[in-house]
């Protein structure tokens, strides 16, 4: 194991994590991360992903549902994951930020060696224990992606698998650059 992913199994970065679980599960941030629709995003609460990255300050977000376990490169939500990182890679100077809220109920470590084995760089990954952010936003299917802007106003969603081709053109003339 890498120093890096011994850092990250500390306890104390762990219990960090799980206390933003737990304050997704109560519902205390679930409406920092993504709002539901017409909601505002709270610029007092910060949801923390699997990392412990606060979320980045964006013009647009881009969240998708998915269930990261079990983990095979047939999935739907790993090609959803890949097409978020190249979202990520060539709007993120622009004001877009990404996001993944994982639904399948993996423990944070898994999710943590999701992350690394996933290449997700600059996407954030965040637990979903209990459902609650799904339950939130009306998610009834995986993957659901949903576009929302800084104020949590949502854009445009995609109850099925999405192409990057499709949200490029919901970013057409909204993205600053």
């Given at each position: ?87 990520q890679t060539q709007y993120g100077a622009k004001g ?22 996933w290449q997700l760089g600059t996407v954030r990954l ?37 192409l990057t081709v499709e949200v490029a053109q919901a ?7």
């Open positions: 194991m890498s120093q890096h992913h011994r850092f990250l199994k500390r306890p104390s970065v762990r219990g960090l994590v799980v206390l933003a679980a737990a304050a997704v599960a109560t519902g205390t941030i679930a409406a920092a991360v993504w709002p539901a629709a017409g909601g505002t995003r709270s610029q007092d609460a910060v949801a923390y992903d699997v990392l412990h990255r606060a979320p980045a300050p964006g013009t647009l977000h881009l969240v998708a549902f998915l269930a990261t376990q079990p983990d095979t490169a047939a999935t739907a939500s790993r090609s959803q994951a890949v097409a978020l990182q190249s979202l877009l930020t990404t996001e993944i809220i994982d639904e399948s109920g993996a423990s944070v470590d898994a999710l943590v060696n999701t992350y690394y084995d965040l637990p979903d224990p209990t459902g609650k952010l799904a339950q939130r936003h009306a998610v009834h299917n995986l993957p659901t992606v949903v576009l929302s802007d800084a104020n949590g106003t949502v854009v445009k969603r995609w109850d099925a698998p999405v970013l057409t003339g909204r993205l600053t650059g």
